[in-house]
């Protein structure tokens, strides 16, 4: 299995350009996770996914960003328009509901992450 | 490339009791840190402790300390004291200091019972 697969690994955009990250699970996890790491606020959970269904958003930082998950292969981050206090690594990450129980998820394994700058 | 493994997916202690996590590590570079996250069911990352490699002294965070064991890549957990709050998953990641490239292992699910 490749793992989780984000794409692009870097991306360099101008203030108030659109900005679509994207991010494939691995495959037959039913739950995807949307981060964003900053040196300032450490690893912040954005958005997830259970069965292609945003469950949480609340993590998102303004109206300014978006995620959709329109398969259980894909899903997008889109920043529309960017700034720079939006620079950052955002990472995806995937994972499927075990046996444990019902309250929160199995293990997650975590894309390598998109290198974020606005300039 | 750098890689983290979580050889424990999960684990469950005894409240009051102590608890070890374990994490190993790969990478070529000299300069990184390492870190603990910790995820409870709000499923907020919440930093529990985080070990600069080039520092021998092995953090530590009130009831949290970690054994960082750099020659065997080598950066546990662990908790004193366990409190039903700790029930959470525990991700371990270490990031190269030169490009910030950062990695995550799977997690271990920490179960607090009473």
């Known amino acids: 299995d490749a793992g989780v697969i984000q794409s692009p690994r870097h991306e360099v955009t101008e203030m108030g350009q659109e900005v679509t990250l994207r991010c494939k699970p691995i495959?037959?996890?039913?739950?995807l996770f949307w981060y964003r790491q900053t040196m300032m606020r450490g690893l912040e959970l954005l958005i997830y996914f259970n069965n292609n269904v945003p469950i949480d958003d609340s993590g998102m930082p303004e109206d300014r960003f978006s995620a959709k998950m329109p398969n259980a292969s894909f899903s997008t981050l889109k920043i529309q328009p960017s700034e720079p206090r939006d620079s950052a690594v955002y990472f995806c990450?995937?994972?499927?509901?075990?046996?444990?129980?019902?309250?929160?998820?199995?293990?997650?394994?975590f894309g390598p992450g998109t290198r974020l700058l606005v300039l | 490339a750098q890689t983290v493994t979580q050889s424990q997916p999960e684990m469950s202690v005894q409240e009051a009791e102590t608890v070890t996590l374990s994490c190993t590590y790969d990478t070529s570079e000299n300069n990184y840190y390492l870190f603990w996250y910790k995820q409870p069911p709000s499923r907020q990352m919440i930093l529990v402790i985080r070990q600069e490699a080039y520092k021998q002294q092995n953090a530590t965070e009130n009831r949290f300390s970690v054994n960082f064991q750099k020659a065997a890549k080598s950066f546990s957990l662990k908790i004193s004291d366990s409190q039903l709050g700790d029930t959470a998953m525990y991700f371990c990641a270490s990031m190269e200091y030169n490009n910030n490239d950062m990695r995550f292992g799977a997690g271990t699910r920490l179960t607090v019972k009473p």
């Open positions: 495959s037959g996890h039913d739950y």
């Open positions: 990450a995937s994972a499927s509901r075990g046996l444990a129980g019902d309250w929160y998820q199995e293990t997650q394994y």
